[in-house]
């Protein structure tokens, strides 16, 4: 197995679905974890609670993802608490489903700061905690590159400029060892796009397996980027969608 063991993580908005899924993965694998939440207190505890054990240790912190500084906090807190940074995963992430003519401006500002500006940030302030041979990643999705649906134009948009973020920052931190990518999930039994909602069956009709991934599903793809197997792989996306954009 691609073992973690003696790695420190950190994920954000690691409380529930995908985000708990690469915790407790990650920690499977043998990595403390950091994992951050904005108000899903008794979720992350609870997960947290759930993988310490005498070998491994899980902590939540409480960062609002849309706030620059409490990000930023998380991150310098998180690496203090573990003694270290090996794996940072930028998984926080909002869908605002509308058209562009009727989204109000407030959550156009939430999705930007959400799912780019809590990326670059986070990012920014891991760059001098990480351990050289280090690792990135970011949780992105099939409609950065192939927008098949209506109403996600700026979601759509922000999981889209995440790929120019990558392919940069990892020209950056290349001297360094440190590898930075993409996971694309496509659609994803979560709360946020559950597997019986009411777009579930068309979106089933438009995937080539024909059914929904699992958390686990982009959680294992995470763990293989952020262990010694994906030793050379970086500034690219790894897409996990069933064959939706096939």
Known sequence: MNDLSGKRAIVT???????AAI??????????VVITYK???GQANSLADELTDESRRTVAIQANSADAQAVRYSVEEGTRLMGGLD?????????????????????IDRILAVNIRAAIIASQTAIP?????GRIVSIGSCLAERVAIPNVTVYS?????????TRGLSRELAPRDITV??????PTDTDMNPAQGPDADYLRSQIALGRFGSPTDV????????????????????????????
């Not at 794996?87 to 989204?103: D, F, W, Y």
């Not at 905690?129 to 041979?133: D, Y």
């Not at 990518?181 to 496509?186: K, R, T």
């Open 13 to 19: 908005g690691g409380a529930r679905g995908i985000g």
């Open 23 to 32: 915790a407790r993965e990650l920690s499977a694998r043998g990595a403390d």
């Open 39 to 41: 108000s899903a207190a």
């Open 87 to 107: 794996i940072l995963v930028n998984n926080a992430g909002i869908l605002i489903s509308s058209t562009l003519q009727t989204m109000e401006l407030a959550d």
């Open 129 to 133: 905690l990480l351990s050289n041979g």
């Open 157 to 165: 948009m922000s999981k889209s400029a995440l790929l120019s973020f």
């Open 181 to 186: 990518n993409l996971v694309h999930p496509g």
């Open 219 to 246: 959680a294992k793809a995470v763990a293989y980027l952020a262990g010694p197997d994906g030793s050379h792989i970086t500034g690219t996306g790894l897409v996990v969608d069933g064959g939706i954009n096939a």
